[in-house]
């Protein structure tokens, strides 16, 4: 079974920087897209951003040129680059691999934007 595991998460004031790190357990070639989403207290799980096998990405309209996701085949690594953060970015943050027999989650990591 493969795993991921997410890190990088944390507090941050408004305006500041967080990359998120997401670490697969073997090739993420193994997917066919990999992605964050985010659950913030209270509310569902909601789409961030997704980049495919080939590096086609989308992002969710409220991150739309603040995050940038990215990954490193070698290193069967996928990151999530967070600028200029909000309060309303606040939220557990996870990391999913896709592929056709179904979604793998990882266990999610903390960010909180507060001052």
């Known amino acids: 079974q493969v795993q991921l595991v997410e890190s990088g998460g944390g507090l941050v004031q408004p305006g500041g920087s967080l990359r998120l790190s997401c670490a697969a357990s073997r090739s993420i070639f193994s997917f066919d897209a990999m992605g964050w989403s985010r659950q913030a207290p209270g509310k569902q799980r909601e789409f961030v951003a997704v980049?495919?096998?080939?590096?086609?990405?989308n992002y969710a309209d409220s991150v739309k040129g603040r995050f940038t996701i990215s990954r490193d085949n070698a290193k069967n690594m996928v990151y999530l680059q967070m600028n200029s953060l909000k309060p309303e970015d606040t939220a557990v943050y996870y990391c999913?691999?896709?592929?056709?027999?179904?979604?793998?989650w990882g266990q999610g990591t903390q960010v909180t934007v507060s001052s």
């Open positions: 980049i495919t096998s080939g590096g086609s990405t």
């Open positions: 999913n691999g896709q592929r056709p027999l179904g979604t793998i």
